[in-house]
Nanobody, 122 residues
Framework: QVQLVESGGGLVQAGGSLRLSCAASGRTFNMYTMGWFRQAPGKEREFVAA???????YYADSVKGRFTIARDNAKNTVFLQMNSLKPDDTAVYYCASGRPFPLDQQRGYDYWGQGTQVTVSS
């Protein structure tokens, strides 16, 4: 059974940083694209970033230059380093695994974590 478990969320002031982690189990981690999505209250879930099995990365315009996605295949873990956080970044962040094309297409990810809350205060 595939499991994705996020951690690292919390409350941070605007301009601060957080590092999210997602530990995966149950499938050959390095064979799949890993993505991060987020959902703010009252809004649809949106793409944040993705890293392919070949370690190519892709970002939403809203986070480009502030967020960095990385994967550690030896630890079956994907990370999202979030810097210069803004109140608009407040959301539940989800990691996902799959073989999407294009990389921001949600239906291409077949497994999802339970989410971790990120709150950025102004």
């Amino acid at each position: 059974q595939v499991q994705l478990v996020e951690s690292g969320g919390g409350l941070v002031q605007a301009g601060g940083s957080l590092r999210l982690s997602c530990a995966a189990s149950g499938r050959t981690f390095n064979m799949y694209t890993m993505g991060w999505f987020r959902q703010a209250p009252g809004k649809e879930r949106e793409f944040v970033a993705a890293v392919t099995w070949t370690v190519n990365t892709y970002y939403a315009d809203s986070v480009k230059g502030r967020f960095t996605i990385a994967r550690d295949n030896a630890k079956n873990t994907v990370f999202l380093q979030m810097n210069s956080l803004k109140p608009d970044d407040t959301a539940v962040y989800y990691c996902a695994s799959g073989r999407p094309f294009p990389l921001d297409q949600q239906r291409g990810y077949d497994y999802w974590g339970q989410g971790t809350q990120v709150t950025v205060s102004s």
